[in-house]
């Protein structure tokens, strides 16, 4: 059974940076899509970065330019570069692995969540 543990989450100022790290352990499944949510309370889970084998990585305009999407295949290790962190990046973010057919995800494992706080 694949197992995604997050970690690298926790309190900034406004300005500074933060990498979150998702590691894939268990199963033998090879994944082409990889996916960071956020969720704020009382708010749906939005996708702010997602990439996959056969195309390039995409963000949400509120992050664009600021949050890079990475992956190391030989670590298993999906990781999110966020920089220049706002108040408004604040949130638990959630990575999310597995496979897609088109734009749908076949199979998907997720990982527990890592509170981000980005004080102003």
């Known amino acids: 059974q694949v197992q995604l543990a997050e970690s690298g989450g926790g309190v900034v100022q406004t300005g500074e940076s933060l990498r979150l790290s998702c590691e894939a352990s268990?199963?033998?499944?090879?994944?082409?899509?990889m996916a960071w949510y956020r969720q704020t309370p009382g708010k749906q889970r939005d996708v702010v970065a997602m990439?996959?084998?056969?195309?390039?990585?995409r963000y949400a305009d509120s992050v664009k330019g600021r949050f890079f999407i990475s992956r190391d295949g030989v670590r298993n290790t999906l990781f999110l570069q966020m920089n220049n962190l706002k108040p408004e990046d604040t949130g638990v973010y959630y990575c999310?692995?597995?496979?897609?057919?088109?734009?749908?995800?076949?199979?998907?494992?997720w990982g527990q969540g890592t509170q981000v706080t980005v004080s102003s």
């Open positions: 999310r692995q597995g496979r897609v057919a088109g734009t749908a995800w076949v199979t998907d494992y």
């Open positions: 268990g199963g033998t499944e090879t994944f082409n899509a």
């Open positions: 990439s996959t084998t056969t195309g390039g990585p």
